[in-house]
């Protein structure tokens, strides 16, 4: 029970990342610029939260580098995805990411699966096909140019929702492959380095967006009215990855907890945008919704 309180309370911390990127985009301020206050007050909190004795390896190194290089490039694919569709299934693809981890998990670490489970991989899948269809058109006066326009605009969409999902499951698969590699007799890498990675992790983030941010956007154009949304989402990420690193250090099967909070965000965030910020429902929201949550709920049983 407290391992499914804990996969809860990290659903609905993450879900503020979401809300947080919805109340940024109706004031205009793009998806790094949120992403910036994330990485910024997470590499803060990680430096300060790091032990002294923590390992240092260049194993650790590249896993936090590249694994905050995989934050950058979430992000940019967000901001693409906002332009592009609705934002739930933006949201919804994110959190499909229990899929990648769990795969990965059982093919590194074979660790059990059931036939339910399986079917809630299948259904996950189907639901990422079915949120490809919210894209919006491209406009064209012809009508066979149109046709083809609207399979073209839903196969980038069902791509860009691909590449969501892969690098918003980075971190996931990294930390799971850090708490079975082991450190010479001390213990698995994540036990005696975990603060680091996380360092690195949000700092290349920070280094990248920041950069980004800064050399495209104004400062005083975008701080005042990115600052609420941008502590708020941040608060949901370093909270939730400090809740997500206890989960990972008692080395928790990734085929519990990571559907457990996928499902909490993944409500959070698909519901939001239409309870608070007017996206409207149509079939494929709700199709989409529908095939997110029944791959969660047979994934667990």
Same mark, same amino acid.
């Given at each position: ?48 939260k790091m032990? !002294?004795?923590?390992? #240092?390896?260049?194993?650790? %190194? ?6 905050? /290089? @995989?934050? &950058? =490039? ?8 906002i332009g ?53 058109? !491209?406009?064209?006066? #012809?009508?066979?140019?149109? %046709? ?5 605009s839903m /196969? @980038?969409? &069902? =791509? ?72 708020? %989402? ?68």
């Open positions: 029970m407290l391992y499914f309180n804990a996969a809860f309370a990290i659903g609905l911390l993450f879900g503020l990342i979401g809300i947080g990127y919805y109340l940024g985009a109706r004031k205009g301020i793009e998806a790094p610029v949120i992403n910036f206050f994330i990485t910024l007050c997470g590499t803060v909190y990680f430096v300060f032990s !002294a004795a923590c390992s #240092v390896s260049i194993t650790l %190194a590249a896993a936090g580098a590249g694994t905050g /290089a @995989a934050f &950058f =490039i979430t992000c940019l694919l967000i901001q693409r995805a592009l569709g609705c934002l739930s299934s933006m949201w919804i693809a994110l959190n499909l990411n229990f899929i990648p981890t769990t795969l990965f998990c059982v093919f590194f670490y074979q660790e059990a699966v059931s036939f339910w489970q399986a079917a809630g991989l299948v259904t996950g899948a189907l639901c990422i096909l079915v949120l490809a269809n919210q894209h919006k058109d !491209a406009k064209s006066t #012809v009508l066979s140019n149109r %046709a083809f326009s609207k399979w073209k /196969a @980038a969409y &069902f =791509i860009l929702l691909i590449g969501l999902l892969l690098f918003n499951s980075m971190l996931g698969i990294v930390m799971k492959a850090l708490s079975y590699a082991q450190d010479g007799e001390n213990g698995s890498l994540w036990e005696k380095g975990s603060g680091l990675f996380l360092v690195l992790c949000y700092g290349t983030s920070a280094l990248l967006t920041g950069v980004y941010v800064l050399l495209k956007f104004p400062f005083r154009q975008w701080f005042p009215a990115a600052l609420f949304p941008g502590m708020l %989402a941040a608060t949901g990420s370093v909270a939730g990855v400090t809740l997500l690193a206890w989960f990972v250090s008692h080395k928790v099967s990734g085929a519990l907890f990571f559907p457990v909070s996928g499902l909490v965000t993944l409500l959070v965030g698909s519901i939001a945008p239409v309870l608070f910020f007017g996206e409207r429902i149509n079939r494929f929201w709700i199709g989409g919704n529908i095939l997110a949550l029944a791959s969660v709920i047979v994934f667990i049983f």
